[in-house]
Every structure is written in C-alpha cells, then in structure tokens.
C-alpha cells in the first residue's frame, strides 16, 4: 500500500535523521567523532553529537509541519535560522549547521518536486538553492570566509548544482559496493572513500588550507584503493585519524554529506535492519527521530 504524501515525507525526514546518527557512529572517521574518539574536535564528544542529532530531528519534523501547512519558502529558511542558533545556544558549538541546511533543503526539495525520482528532486533542489542565495548570505561565518579566501565553492555551489557529492558520488559508490557482494560497512567506507575524494570541503580547507584538501583528495584515493584490494582499511584510516588529529584537520563537509546519503538510502529502503551487519548494528543506540 503506498503511504500519503504527508507520511511519505515524515519517512523522508526521519531517515535524514537516521542517516546523521550513522554517521556518527561509523568508525573509524579521520579527524571526526565517532566510537572511538573526539577525532580533531576537543570541544565535541559523542553525547554532545547525539544530543545535536536530537535537535536536528526536531528540526526536521517542524519542517514537515512549515510545508505540510502550506507555509512559504521563508518560512522554512527562518526554522533554519532558528535551529543554527538553539544547536549553538544549547551546545556551545554550531555542530551540524551544515546538515541542518542540506538536509532541510532536501526535505524541503522532496515535498515540491514533480515526482520523488532523483531527477526531480535534484531540479527542485537547484531551484530552490537559487532562491535562497539570491539575497546573499545573511552574515560571515567560517565557510563564507574560505569560500571567498580561496575560491571555492563549498556548500554554496553544492546546493546550487543540486548536490552532485550525494547523487553522483556517495550513492553510486554504495550502491556499486553492494551489488558487488560487499556488505554494509565496506560499502559505508567505500561511500567516505568517494566523497573525500570529491567534496570541496571549506572546514578543511579553513583548517588546513589547499595542501589539507589535497592531502584529503589523496586519502580517499588510497582507501579507496584499500577497499578494492582487500586491504586493512580500517588500520589506515586509524592512522590517518592520528595524523589529522596532529594537523588539527577535519572533514565536517564528507560527514554532512555522508549522513545525508545514509538518510537517502534509508528513506528508499537501500539500507534496512536487514542490511545492517551484526558489528554495525551493535554500536547504534536508538534514536528518536521524525514525527509522532
């Protein structure tokens, strides 16, 4: 039985939230939290990213009530602005900013496109990208700084192209790994593989500037190259973390990205409990995600 629009997109938005907290909880991530540590962030811990998830989950959901009431872009774009502003005033730090703009773009997209085909969504999305730059940015912040430091397009140029990092780069790497016979976590990191070597990634670059970024593109390319081969993957990515750690480098961009293609592959049913492979899914607490 096919479920209402409504319902549909309730679904859509707690699988976003869903798709933040696998992010979180995959390990080993270089220079991010996880299971393991802090990664490059001392002022982060795993209970404060959970706690930020929570609050990105409450956000989702009251984009769904904005559009289900029929409520203005605006509208939507002034919760955005809202929840940028409680993460910081709740957790001291802005945590997922990122994911609380593509995310909510994405939810936003899925509710007016044609059809939920990703070409649709993706020509929603664009659209809707061009909407909300048209005015500027509304102030500075870090990403708006090494953007224009170093001419890069970030954030800004992936919303603008409709999100080519998820749709042409996360989603066909796992989707290729799967159908490959690979199981869930290999196929997880061979989507981090994949968006390191392809997201223009501005905390990086704020943090380590062009030879950071380079040094990221690099690293993808090997694990990548580890994953094909059979090899230790995991070892090189703890050591990788290490250095990162020592670099004071992160990657904030491939995580949003990354939880956004779990939550992608959550809503299409790509990713079920099935899926999930025992070691995975014995490190993901319950969440309370969506509506209801």
Same mark, same amino acid.
């Given at each position: 039985?096919?479920?209402?629009?409504?319902?549909?997109?309730?679904?859509?938005?707690?699988?976003?939230?869903?798709?933040?907290?696998?992010?979180?909880?995959?390990?080993?991530?270089? +220079?991010l939290?996880?299971?393991?540590?802090?990664?490059?962030?001392?002022?982060?811990?795993?209970?404060?990213? =959970?706690?930020?998830?929570?609050?990105?989950? =409450?956000?989702?959901?009251?984009?769904?009530?904005?559009?289900?009431? @029929?409520e203005?872009?605006?509208?939507?774009?002034?919760i955005?602005?809202?929840?940028?502003?409680?993460?910081?005033?709740?957790?001291?730090?802005?945590?997922?900013?990122?994911?609380? !703009?593509?995310?909510?773009?994405?939810?936003?997209?899925?509710?007016?496109?044609?059809?939920?085909?990703?070409?649709?969504i993706?020509?929603?999305?664009?659209?809707?990208?061009?909407? !909300?730059?048209?005015?500027?940015?509304?102030?500075?912040?870090? @990403?708006?700084?090494?953007?224009?430091?170093?001419?890069? +397009?970030?954030?800004?140029?992936?919303?603008?192209?409709?999100?080519?990092?998820?749709?042409e780069?996360?989603?066909?790497? !796992?989707r290729?790994?799967?159908?490959?016979g690979?199981g869930?976590?290999?196929?997880?990191?061979?989507?981090?593989?994949?968006?390191?070597?392809?997201?223009?990634?501005?905390?990086?670059?704020?943090?380590?500037?062009?030879? @950071?970024?380079?040094?990221?593109?690099?690293?993808?390319?090997?694990?990548?190259?580890?994953?094909?081969? +059979?090899?230790?993957?995991?070892?090189?990515?703890?050591?990788?973390?290490?250095?990162?750690?020592?670099?004071?480098?992160?990657?904030? +961009?491939v995580?949003?990205?990354?939880?956004?293609?779990?939550?992608?592959?959550?809503?299409?049913?790509?990713?079920?409990?099935d899926?999930?492979?025992?070691e995975?899914?014995?490190?993901?607490?319950?969440?309370?995600?969506?509506?209801?």
């Amino acid at each position: 039985m096919n479920c209402s629009p409504v319902s549909a997109l309730e679904k859509f938005a707690g699988a976003l939230a869903q798709g933040a907290a696998l992010e979180l909880y995959l390990t080993p991530k270089p +220079g991010l939290v996880d299971l393991a540590d802090s990664g490059s962030h001392p002022d982060l811990s795993l209970a404060v990213m =959970e706690r930020s998830i929570q609050l990105v989950a =409450e956000y989702l959901d009251a984009i769904v009530g904005s559009l289900v009431a @029929g409520e203005a872009f605006i509208c939507q774009k002034q919760i955005g602005m809202r929840t940028e502003q409680r993460l910081l005033q709740s957790l001291g730090t802005n945590t997922h900013k990122g994911y609380v !703009f593509l995310a909510g773009m994405l939810v936003i997209a899925r509710w007016h496109a044609a059809s939920p085909e990703e070409s649709a969504i993706r020509q929603r999305l664009s659209s809707l990208a061009g909407d !909300f730059f048209r005015d500027g940015e509304e102030a500075a912040s870090n @990403g708006r700084c090494v953007r224009d430091l170093y001419s890069a +397009g970030g954030i800004v140029q992936e919303a603008v192209d409709a999100y080519p990092a998820l749709f042409e780069a996360a989603l066909p790497a !796992f989707r290729r790994s799967m159908q490959a016979g690979a199981g869930f976590s290999v196929a997880s990191f061979a989507m981090l593989a994949r968006l390191m070597q392809t997201v223009d990634d501005t905390t990086t670059l704020h943090r380590a500037g062009p030879p @950071g970024l380079a040094r990221l593109r690099r690293d993808g390319r090997r694990l990548e190259q580890l994953i094909e081969r +059979g090899g230790d993957y995991t070892g090189f990515l703890r050591q990788t973390n290490r250095a990162y750690v020592a670099m004071n480098m992160t990657m904030g +961009g491939v995580a949003d990205m990354l939880g956004l293609a779990y939550g992608y592959l959550i809503a299409t049913g790509e990713i079920s409990e099935d899926a999930l492979d025992s070691e995975s899914a014995g490190q993901l607490p319950v969440m309370q995600t969506g509506r209801g």
